[in-house]
């Protein structure tokens, strides 16, 4: 399974030195990479019908413990195949779709990242690599979206899909790792074990929260939906694959492999049937104010997704099954249309429904595969979607609550919204007359409409003879999803029961409702008055806040001015020591075991403070220089009186040499120039005063407490013992701690270098300024 | 003399912390050096200073008769010392470079015309 993420991922760098090629010809090898990982996984269909699990073990850092664990069950078998199989259909649409567009060697470098990175979440058996390759999809569908990049408001939808499914992830990998601690494993098919402990766990709630807007913020829920619209800026062939089999429904299958981990209790069925039911009523109603047909799709899709979330927090067997047949039912009804839509846009270069008609006189067999989608997702009998929404209402109308009545009117309503927002995208562009301008359109190459025309009538084939797929994936995918055995058997004809009855009526109002909800601009027009409230407007603005916020932060913290950063620095290192040194109460001073002061030791005081204030205050550099060797001089007599030879003598000699070497280099500067205002200086000596008062406050406080003396009596007794000298600090410098003086004198020669080298280096005249 | 030592530092302090705060790089580097000496004398004053009896053993015994100073803080500033000095050189001469470049010691004239923008 590795070999099969992998593979998308070496194809895709290997985009960046052979992209040329394949913009050639040879661009026909690429839909044979996902048609090899189609057949990889069709081959594994018979063993997992039969309830094997393939897993694959291979360390990837093991210390962490984050592993390559792949795992290959039911649920992950279906989304296998989808990712692949739709893959296909959509590399081979693709290829024909952007043929001679300059970028086309990067958009199928995204798209092979992309599919890896989706093959990646669905068969990781590890969390923390299941979160990594979840963040892969993410970036890689920024990319996507964001492909047409000279348009801003494609940028712009680019941006928003990556900061809401961005922000969702770093939600979920905080759950992920809170689970992952809890249960004591990171490895998927473990967690199953632990589901008592984390249900019961104090954190639990905490956990969920955290997961759900990992998922819902991938899988569009409300009120995070509103990047997927957004999203339909990026070419239609992306649209078709991210919102129909993969990106979107990566969130549906989190939720789905987590039921039997964390889900079951009353907290998760009752979250997502609130958030997945209201979102798939409001979507359905959303998709019917659109002209727009990619429009119409997106909240359709997104009242799919919430129609999935709703039949998840239903928390049934039924409702499981109905899922996982639903999700297949979806996936081929929603990728035709969606590849129908670009033909559409493709040959006639609009979108609009209110422009649109006839065009099945011009394009029968893309007609033919828009019809089969349609009805598919209207339901319509002896259709895959009539299975579906067969399995939906049963598990509606079973629920083991007295809500089963309201839930399943929620579901009709929704369905009624699909199946009017089905034939608005499938059948009203190809009937009625067509429009002079559109007599010229012809049918695009065969790559192009015979993949949507495979899907649609794959979705008849499972309609009749649904037992192909009940039995070979959606079984083992309900199983995977519920976490333990159940029977299950797809039938085309269920008998003639509430369950058909509501169907048919749901057919038939959606087909009242299409007919008497004519697309217009006025529509739209009346729904955009609802914006300012919109989550969408909500968040935005948010963002934008955030945004001003960190350039004002950053303009504040950040304004190129050094002694800015400086004044801030000490200012918080002052705030910081001045609030430890107030809590250590009052600063006491020992008298008694102070040194005696004599006259001349305050005499050098003098001169110092002198020297100093004389440096603070002067314009002549020659002078602040002079003043600072003055301090220097005054310091060496202070180590004399102190017992400090070496000290002495090492000040005296690198005082003078630094004084020599300041008036020698910098003698021909001009004096100091009064930049600042009378204000700034007041401000500063305040700040640079406070640090020096805390500073000596500290040194008071050490003055207090008793001296340790253990190290200094080591060093004094054994200078000679053991080193043979007798002046113990040259002895500790160069014996007992000659490692650290050997690297001082490195720095000190590289130092030398430096300067030698500064000095040497002449000034080319175009150099200065 | 403690006392006055802590005085002489803390001024020390707030001297080099004035002179890093203004706009002339010759001042900012006249600051990092009061600062280091600030450093120095704190370090110097903690580890208990005592007058007149050097941390060198007497030429006639192995090890100390009597009181000394402490020698660890004493080692301490010296390498701190030579490092600072180490430190000034280049600097000096780097001052030297950038003088001789942009013909100013004012800070500002550092930063690039993109970044005056802010």
């Not at chain 1, 759950?175 to 004591?184: P, Q």
């Not at chain 1, 040959?347 to 598919?376: C, N, Q, Y």
């Not at chain 1, 620095?569 to 008694?592: M, N, Q, S, T």
């Not at chain 2, 001789?100 to 923008?117: C, F, G």
Request: charged share 10%.
């Amino acid at each position: 399974m590795l070999f099969t993420v992998l593979t998308g991922l070496i194809t895709s760098s290997l985009l960046v030195p052979f992209g040329k090629l394949m913009k050639t010809k040879w661009s026909v090898l690429l839909p044979f990479i996902p048609v090899i990982l189609f057949l990889f996984y069709l081959w594994h269909v018979p063993v997992v019908a039969n309830g094997t699990n393939v897993i694959q073990h291979l360390a990837w850092v093991p210390s962490l413990g984050v592993n390559f664990d792949f795992r290959l069950d039911g649920l992950s078998l279906l989304f296998a195949l989808l990712i692949t199989g739709i893959g296909t259909a959509i590399f081979f649409y693709g290829r024909s779709y952007l043929k001679g567009h300059i970028y086309f060697d990067r958009f199928f470098a995204y798209l092979l990242l992309f599919m890896s990175a989706m093959l990646g979440v669905v068969l990781s058996n590890n969390i923390l690599t299941l979160f990594v390759f979840w963040e892969l999809t993410s970036i890689s569908s920024f990319f996507l979206i964001g492909f047409n990049n000279d348009s801003k408001e494609s940028r712009n939808s680019a941006l928003t899909a990556l900061s809401i499914t961005g922000l969702g992830g770093f939600f979920l990998l905080a759950g992920l790792v809170l689970a992952g601690n809890i249960a004591g494993t990171f490895i998927i098919s473990e967690l199953f074990a632990q589901h008592d402990k984390l249900v019961n766990h104090s954190l639990y709630p905490l956990i969920i929260g955290l997961v759900f807007i990992g998922a819902f913020t991938k899988s569009a829920q409300f009120p995070f939906h509103f990047w997927l619209p957004g999203a339909m800026k990026a070419p239609t062939p992306v649209s078709a694959y991210l919102h129909s089999a993969t990106m979107v429904k990566a969130g549906i299958y989190l939720l789905a492999r987590f039921t039997p981990i964390l889900g079951n209790t009353e907290l998760w069925n009752t979250t997502l049937l609130i958030v997945g039911g209201f979102t798939m009523v409001f979507a359905a109603i959303h998709a019917l104010f659109r002209t727009d047909l990619k429009s119409i799709l997106a909240y359709s899709t997104i009242s799919a997704l919430g129609i999935l979330t709703f039949l998840l927090g239903l928390g049934t067997t039924e409702a499981f099954i109905a899922a996982s047949v639903f999700i297949l039912v979806h996936a081929l009804y929603k990728a035709t249309l969606f590849m129908v839509t670009g033909i559409i846009d493709h040959e006639t270069h609009t979108r609009d429904l209110t422009k649109l008609g006839g065009l099945r006189k011009v394009l029968m067999p893309v007609f033919i595969a828009a019809v089969l989608a349609a009805l598919s997702s209207a339901g319509l009998p002896s259709t895959f979607g009539f299975i579906g929404k067969d399995l939906i209402y049963e598990a509606t109308l079973h629920y083991h609550h007295n809500w089963a009545i309201w839930l399943t009117a929620l579901a009709v309503i929704t369905n009624i919204g699909l199946v009017a927002a089905g034939f608005m995208a499938g059948i009203k562009p190809f009937t009625g007359k067509l429009p002079q301008a559109f007599e010229q359109v012809h049918l695009p190459y065969k790559s192009m409409w015979i993949p949507p025309l495979i899907l649609a009538v794959l979705g008849l084939v499972f309609g009749i003879f649904p037992g192909i797929t009940g039995d070979y994936f959606n079984h083992q995918t309900a199983i995977a999803i519920a976490g333990e055995n159940l029977e299950m058997e797809l039938k085309m004809w269920h008998g003639f029961n509430t369950v058909f009855i509501l169907s048919l009526a749901t057919l038939a109002t959606g087909t009242i409702v299409y007919f008497l909800n004519k697309p217009s601009e006025a529509k739209l027009r009346a729904i955009e008055q609802f914006n300012h409230i919109s989550p969408q407007y909500i968040i935005t603005k948010i963002g934008a806040g955030i945004k001003q916020m960190s350039a004002w932060y950053t303009n504040v913290f950040h304004n190129g001015y050094l002694r800015s950063y400086h004044i801030k620095i000490i200012l918080f290192a002052e705030l910081l020591l001045g609030y430890k040194l107030w809590l250590g109460g009052p600063v006491r001073i020992d008298y008694a075991n102070l040194t005696p002061l004599s006259w001349y030791e305050f005499g050098i005081a003098a001169i110092l403070l002198g020297a100093m204030y004389l440096i603070v205050t002067t314009r002549s550099r020659l002078t602040a220089v002079v003043s600072t060797s003055v301090i220097g001089y005054c310091i060496c007599l202070m180590f004399v009186f102190y017992s400090a030879p070496d000290l002495a003598m090492t000040q005296f000699t690198i005082d003078t040499l630094t004084t020599v070497l300041f008036v020698l280099v910098l003698y021909k500067l001009p004096p100091f120039i009064n930049f600042t205002s009378r204000g700034v200086p007041i401000r500063d000596a305040i700040v640079a005063l406070g640090f020096g008062i805390i500073i000596s406050l500290i040194a008071l406080r050490v003055l207090y407490e008793p001296n340790s003396t253990a190290i200094s009596d080591f060093y004094g007794e054994n200078a000679y013992l053991l080193a043979k000298g007798k002046n113990v600090v040259n002895v500790i410098l160069v014996d007992f701690r000659g490692m650290d003086t050997m690297f001082e004198t490195v720095v000190l020669s590289i130092a030398a270098l430096g300067v030698y080298s500064l000095i040497k280096l002449r000034l080319k005249s175009s150099e200065k300024e | 003399m403690e006392l006055l030592l802590v005085l002489i530092l803390g001024l020390l302090y707030a001297a080099g912390v004035y002179l890093i705060l203004r706009r002339s790089m010759v001042k900012l580097l006249l600051g990092i050096m009061l600062l280091g000496n600030g450093a120095n004398i704190l370090i110097f004053v903690l580890g208990k200073i005592t007058k007149g009896s050097p941390p060198v053993i007497n030429e006639a015994y192995k090890v100390f008769q009597e009181i000394y100073a402490d020698p660890i803080p004493q080692a301490l500033i010296l390498t701190a010392i030579v490092i600072s000095f180490g430190l000034t050189s280049f600097a000096i001469v780097l001052l030297k470079r950038v003088y001789a470049l942009v013909d100013s010691d004012d800070l500002d004239d550092l930063n690039t015309p993109e970044e005056e923008d802010i």
